[in-house]
């Protein structure tokens, strides 16, 4: 029960997060900033 759960949760904690800090930014991000994002 607890490998469905970190199944279901470590995606969905990666998700949540990495669109929490889409809100967080500026409009205008440095460049270096912008650069090691899209490497992920």
């Known amino acids: 029960m607890m490998t ?3 199944g279901l949760f470590l995606p ?3 998700t ?3 669109a ?3 809100f967080f930014l ?3 991000v440095k460049d270096n ?3 090691g994002l899209m490497g992920f």
């Open 4 to 6: 469905v759960f970190w």
């Open 12 to 14: 969905f904690a990666g």
């Open 16 to 18: 949540t997060l990495g």
């Open 20 to 22: 929490a800090c889409v």
């Open 26 to 28: 500026r409009r205008e």
């Open 33 to 35: 900033v912008q650069r």
